[in-house]
């Protein structure tokens, strides 16, 4: 096979990977998190034997498991806390909106009378959006269900993987050489998810205990959102700061408040993302910065919000198996940060 066939056959099974992906979008994606769950938990069991080193590992599975049940719980308690907390303010929070669309309708060319929250509610296209919301909030529960069943099957086929990985490489070397490769990806995804659970919940601890002092409302709910969106690469910090900051706008008479909201989140993020991240991090991933972007924008349309959380893992892991075969190396090397995308041995020779 010459090398434009080979290209060719190599684009068009890209092609309709991508394309089984989007189109089975609702089985793969709940799939994708389960599996980076197991990740987390198993790698969880793992350190707990390691570091006690008296604990057995169903013992600390056992643990890693009502850990995470334990943050499901706690996850669901927040919002539903949150939800009420909100609706029991809704009135004065629309009056405040009311003023400010007040202000900024003639500044933006309105004439006549500015329009009002309420006006707002009674149109068709609020109604047509709750109704996709409590469809999509349906959704969300159904997939959490299959999401811990998938997490259950993962756990106990996990003894069968190096029997079958076995039967699938008749060859020593091959089987060595995918060994390896496994090893270095899931090494990466636990390092990874590790690295960024601690720093979206440190800069979650710490933008809670400022908007706490600043005391806007729900700081609580705005420190989740802040922990769960600090996993998406880049854009979630910035999402991350600036509704806060509009919620400010909201509570508050006065511009002071907004601006402490902004500087007090602002300066968490720059300093934990810019500093204390990339420390801890280290060459982990070796992703190029243009690289994070893209992967972000094409498996959130793949995905959706599930592939926008797991774009960078997903991304490495393309990149690591594309970097084990002469024909799509050279796509792993555009993949990668410093041209050496072998996956845990970013900077050592190729």
Request: aromatic share 14%; proline share 4%; charged share 15%.
């Amino acid at each position: 096979m010459d090398n434009t066939t080979r290209a060719s056959a190599l684009f068009i099974a890209v092609v309709v990977a991508f394309a089984a992906l989007y189109w089975l979008r609702d089985i793969a994606a709940p799939f994708a998190i389960a599996v980076f769950l197991w990740l987390i938990m198993d790698g969880f069991a793992k350190g707990i034997s390691r570091i006690t080193r008296i604990t057995p590992y169903p013992l600390a599975l056992f643990f890693a498991v009502i850990v995470v049940f334990a943050g499901a719980g706690a996850t669901v308690a927040v919002v539903a806390d949150s939800a009420t907390e909100f609706a029991r303010n809704s009135g004065d929070y629309g009056a405040r909106i009311d003023e400010i669309i007040a202000q900024l309708y003639p500044v933006f060319g309105g004439r006549g009378e500015a329009p009002t929250v309420s006006d707002f509610m009674a149109s068709d296209e609020v109604g047509r959006f709750f109704a996709r919301l409590a469809q999509s909030l349906q959704s969300l529960a159904s997939n959490a269900l299959f999401v811990f069943i998938y997490v259950a099957f993962l756990f106990a086929a996990q003894a069968t993987f190096p029997k079958k990985l076995d039967a699938i490489f008749q060859d020593p070397d091959a089987r060595e050489r995918a060994r390896r490769v496994i090893g270095d990806i899931r090494g990466s995804m636990e390092k990874y998810l590790a690295v960024q659970t601690f720093v979206s919940l440190l800069t979650a601890v710490l933008c809670y205990a400022t908007l706490r002092f600043l005391g806007l409302d729900n700081a609580l709910f705005w420190a989740f959102l802040i922990f769960l969106l600090n996993y998406i690469p880049t854009i979630g910090s910035i999402i991350a700061t600036i509704l806060p900051v509009l919620f400010a706008l909201v509570q508050f008479d006065t511009y002071w408040e907004p601006v402490a909201v902004f500087a007090g989140v602002g300066v968490w993020q720059f300093l934990i993302g810019n500093f204390m991240q990339p420390r801890m991090q280290g060459e982990n991933l070796n992703l190029a910065t243009i690289v994070v972007l893209l992967g972000l924008a094409v498996w959130g349309a793949i995905l959706g919000l599930p592939g926008m959380f797991l774009s960078s893992p997903l991304t490495v892991m393309v990149m690591a198996v594309a970097a084990q075969f002469a024909s799509t190396r050279w796509l792993a090397v555009l993949l990668s940060s410093d041209g050496r995308p072998e996956v845990g041995q970013a900077g050592r020779p190729a």
